[in-house]
Structure formats: C-alpha cells, structure tokens
T-cell receptor, first 112, second 110 residues
Framework: DTAVSQTPKYLVTQMGNDKSIKCEQN?????MYWYKQDSKKFLKIMFS???????INETVPNRFSPKSPDKAHLNLHINSLELGDSAVYFC???????????FGPGTRLTVT | QKEVEQDPGPLSVPEGAIVSLNCTYS??????FMWYRQYSRKGPELLMY????GNKEDGRFTAQVDKSSKYISLFIRDSQPSDSATYLC??????????FGQGTTLQVKP
C-alpha cells in the first residue's frame, strides 16, 4: 500500500536515448510534482500538475516532457538524454497545499 | 545568492546530544516553513511544518521560525543514531512551489 510509487528505481542508459519514468499515487491527492536532486543533494522542482493541468513549469530543457493521464499518475519523458541529466528524480503529491508533500522513493538515472 | 541557504555539513554528534540545524532565506514572501528528513537512498519525508513565526514542538523535535531575521531552526533533543540522515529545510509562499535548502547531513554516533 505504497503512497507514492515510482518505476523504475534505477535507470542506466546511454547518451542520446529516450526514457520514461512513471509515478503513481494512491493518496487521492490533486497535485503531483517532479523534482530533480543533483549529486550535491539540491532538490529542485521541475513540474507540477493539478488535476491533470500543468501549473508549474520551471526552466528545464524542453527535452523533458511531463504527462498526466489522470490525477493519480504523472509520468516524465526525457528525450535525447545527456550526461548532465544524471540525477535522482523524485515524484511527490500533495492535497492540502504545497507544504504537505509526500515523496516517492526516487528514480536514480545514470547517463553514460 | 540562493533564496535558501543551508550549511551542508556534515555534522557529527554523539548520541544524546542536542542538535541544531539552521537555514536562512532572502525572500520575505515565504509564508510556510518545513523540515524534511531524507534517509540515504530514500525520498524526503515531512518532519515539521510551521506557518508563522514562533516555535512548534513534536516529541524530540522543535522547529523555530524567526521571520524578522529570515532564519529557521530545527532542534533535535536526545539525538539517536536513527536520526542520522540529511535534513532539508523548505519554504514556500503563494507561488505554489517549495524552495529547498541544500540539506545538512547529520550523523549521530552511538
């Protein structure tokens, strides 16, 4: 009965490939987020969706495209992967405002 | 200058010590303040949430917010080895997004 789940947990791929990360939450929350955590542990928001509508779109390369098929799912597709995309990507969800966020376990992406 | 500054540490203390973790910020529009705990290779989990200046206590944890100084703190009393983790401060305003500090790595030695 995991609250926020992500697949896969680990992703190793070569430069230039396209990959997707999936996120699902069973908390009934309306808002979902994607974060990137770099090697220095900085956690930075990338996107936020509320009821399938994009509400936050930070300055990220347009190689990154989020998709929310329904309010329980938020996927992240990355085209033409680069070395600098190597990081841990976290999905999160919230209901009672952005302060109360529940995070998934993360997807560790390594681009070689 | 970053919006939120947090000393990354690492901070190493003996078991039973009082731990003080701090963040400063520059954006006076921040209205709510959080502390998240992140164990190695796990996602962050919300530890403390405060909306205004003052103190909030929850068990061994006390969160303190001083809006006039733009300074927030987390105190851990009687620290335990299980408290060893990275502690991230986070804050937000009416933009709907959280800004995180870099995180402070804490090690509590038995």
């Amino acid at each position: 009965d995991t609250a926020v789940s992500q697949t896969p947990k680990y992703l190793v791929t070569q430069m230039g490939n396209d990959k997707s990360i999936k996120c699902e939450q069973n908390l009934g929350h309306d808002t979902m987020y994607w974060y990137k955590q770099d090697s220095k542990k900085f956690l930075k928001i990338m996107f936020s969706y509320n009821n399938k509508e994009l509400i936050i779109n930070e300055t990220v390369p347009n190689r990154f495209s989020p998709k929310s098929p329904d309010k329980a799912h938020l996927n992240l597709h990355i085209n033409s992967l680069e070395l600098g995309d190597s990081a841990v990507y976290f999905c999160a969800s919230s209901q009672d405002g952005p302060g109360f966020q529940y995070f998934g376990p993360g997807t560790r992406l390594t681009v070689t | 200058q970053k919006e939120v500054e947090q000393d990354p540490g690492p901070l190493s203390v003996p078991e039973g010590a009082i731990v003080s973790l701090n963040c400063t910020y520059s954006n006076s529009a921040f209205q709510y303040f959080m502390w998240y705990r992140q164990y190695s290779r796990k996602g962050p989990e919300l530890l403390m949430y405060t909306y205004s200046s003052g103190n909030k206590e929850d068990g061994r944890f006390t969160a303190q917010v001083d809006k006039s100084s733009k300074y927030i703190s987390l105190f851990i009393r009687d620290s335990q080895p299980s408290d060893s983790a990275t502690y991230l401060c986070a804050m937000g305003g009416n933009t709907g997004k959280l800004i995180f500090g870099q995180g402070t790595t804490l090690q509590v030695k038995p």
